[in-house]
């Protein structure tokens, strides 16, 4: 069974950094995408960043600049560098992994499925002004 768990989210001020963190059992990191998403209180859930087997990423147009993905696939480990936090990245921010061609493809469009993907339980940033 596929097992997903953030960690790193918490409070910071508008300018500052955090790092996420997901870990996941019983999943192989290196045969699909994975990625971030998170939902804002009232709002959808949307797609942050993602990362493809091959390495390549895509990220949303309101954090590319500013959000790293990566993973570390030997550690079966995603992350998610978060630099120059504004108030508007309030939100719990999800792990999301492919489960196969369609799902990658989906995945990797940013796009949020939730019977496509497996998903973590998300973890809570909240930016202060």
């Known amino acids: 069974q596929v097992q997903l768990v953030e960690s790193g989210g918490g409070s910071v001020q508008a300018g500052g950094s955090l790092r996420l963190s997901c870990v996941a059992s019983g999943y192989t990191y290196s045969s699909y995408c994975m990625g971030w998403f998170r939902q804002a209180p009232g709002k959808g859930r949307e797609g942050v960043a993602a990362?493809?087997?091959?390495?390549?990423?895509n990220y949303a147009d309101s954090v590319k600049g500013r959000f790293t993905i990566s993973k570390d696939n030997a550690k079966n480990t995603l992350y998610l560098q978060m630099n120059s936090l504004k108030p508007e990245d309030t939100a719990m921010y999800y792990c999301?992994?492919?489960?196969?061609?369609?799902?990658?493809?989906?995945?990797?469009?940013?796009?949020?499925?939730?019977?496509?993907?497996?998903w973590g339980q998300g973890t809570l940033i909240t930016v202060s002004s």
């Open positions: 999301a992994a492919s489960k196969g061609p369609v799902s990658d493809y989906v995945l990797l469009s940013l796009r949020a499925q939730p019977g496509l993907h497996y």
């Open positions: 990362i493809a087997s091959d390495g390549s990423t």
